[in-house]
């Protein structure tokens, strides 16, 4: 065999990412979530017909590591700004990157009004249970009995109200057309996650309507737990609030196994 | 070709006009006095190949006009004072992100939910901000009718030359009332000069990113710098006014907009009483024709402002008039339109300093 043909890139560095360091905390999901949605705009080929819009949140600096177009939305505000965005620009892939409280609790309206115009942009929804930016206030998604500094005995539903599964919701709606929950936890969890994006972004260039993956991601710092007992956290605890699965699918798609 | 000369509701004007400005996006949500506009809007937009979309509410309908506009569309959308408050928080945003957009408020009584009836309460929203932080917004606040369409056209102008929210203030009258309008040459939209700022996808260029979140302090500080270099230069060359009658005036009536309209046939009646009366129309609310002002006030001339709400726009005269002639106000609140004779009452008032209509002003 001759020397040429020894080597083939199996593993790199996506281009949809820019060569940064983020500020995400060790063992957060953000950068795993990021890394996703990176590698699949990469496989589409797409990169370059990608318009995103970042939340405000932890991840409001997205701009800084996506390494494509990129407008910041005023809190909650990103599925607005993405159907301006989609409206002008019919041909491109545009996504909204958002925690659960920009998407779940101040961009409610926004976030049910877009999905149920069935705008075809897809979100990708990082639920964490927490406000990380804000340093881990309640959040529309904090469990009952989960502890927050706004809800230091932890979330009562007389007290605090009840945790809000928004992907449930919004499946009610015809609007939408996909929407699936996965968790940034194990391997295995995250190859179904990154299938379950390269889906939502194929139904939306396909025109099918709005697409939604809620990923349920570990937030160490503000769950005040180490990433290994945050994976734990979320394997065991919160999936039972916010079970894992195929929550909606009316893309027609044959699954490949 | 400039059209010919129609018949049309203020609202509608403005809705024309938009679209032969190049305007094909149009965001909004329903609040009376204004509704005209988009529902005018919801048809003709269509049949230019634009798009209409009634939002879920007057927030979700600026931050559609910001995805517009970062995607480079010339775009605008509208509302009443309650539904500009909603709106006030993306007009900041776009102003530090330099996105441009058209606004406009058909005003309404307030505060609150006030009323629908015609009022110029918003002077301090629009021109003051309402948003937070160091930004302008640029004011266009034209009389009605045939300014109205000239207007609007101007605004979008101004809007992408500077790179900047403009905007357009009318009042539930202005919108409802038809008058004759010969509309300007329309514009192409595929004519209006590129913008390399806009977000298209990154295809043969750098990723382009949009935003107005700066959290280094000094970095900060040179973004408002630069906006405020933008603001001076703004103040310099785009303020607009108009005057009627003044050069031999012994009172000059500060108004604008329908007030103006008003306080026009009171000059009249005061002229063929004998006094020579004039108006100084400020036509750019921000920036104010603050020179212009103070310089026209001298020689003894007496300075009466009248506003459609209890003195909003006074304080700006102030700032241009200072001691140099005596100030009268007289304003009406709430929506309540007063007639051409109150106004005349008015000035007579100020003319022999008497106090029973209006009051002087101590600066
Ligand atoms: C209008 C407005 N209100 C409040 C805030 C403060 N704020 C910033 S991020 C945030 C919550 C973020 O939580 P989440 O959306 O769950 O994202 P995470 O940081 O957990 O990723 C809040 C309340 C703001 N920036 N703007
Ligand atoms: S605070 Fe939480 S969500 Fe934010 S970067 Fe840190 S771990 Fe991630």
Redesign the interface.
Known sequence: MSAEVAYQKVFGYPESLKPAQTHYCPGCGHSIAHRLVAECLDELGM?????G?PPVGCA??A??Y?????????HG?AL??????????PD?LVLTYQGDGDLAAIGT??T??AAN?GEKITTIFINNAIYGMTGGQMAPTTTLGQVATTAPGGREPERHGRPIDISRMLAVSDGTVYIERCSLTSVKNIRKAKKAIMKAFRAQLDGLGFTLVELLSPCPTNWKMTPKAAWEWIDTEMVKTYPLGVIKDNTGYEDKK | MPSEKMLMRGSNVVGEAAVRAGCR?Y?GYPITPQNELPEYLSWRLPEVGG?F?Q???E???I???????????R?MTSSSSPGIALKQ??IS?MAG?ELPCVVANMMRGGPGLGNIAPSAADYFQATRGGGNGDYRTPTLAPAGGQELAEMVFVAFDLADTYRTPVMLLGDGLMGQVMEPVVFPDPIDPASLPQKDYI??????RD???????ILDPPALMEHNLKLQAKYDLIAEKEVRYDTVELDDAEIIVVAYGTAARIAEEAVHELRAQGHAAGIFRPITLWPYPKQQLRELARDGRKVAVFELSLGQMVEDVILSVGERAPIYFYGVPGGVIPTPADVTDFLHSALADDGKVGRRIEV
Do not use: W
């Open positions: 990169r370059e017909k990608t318009i819009v409001v600096l701009y800084n996506f390494n494509f177009d990129m407008v910041e939305a005023p505000r607005a700004v993405a159907t301006g965005i989609k409206r002008v620009h491109k309206a926004e049910i009004h115009r | 996006y965001f798009t979309i939002a879920e509410s927030i979700a309908s931050n559609m006009v910001m995805g517009a506009a970062a995607a480079g569309a775009v928080e993306g945003y992100q977000l298209d996808g990154c295809e043969g990723p382009r990113a949009i935003y107005s979140l």
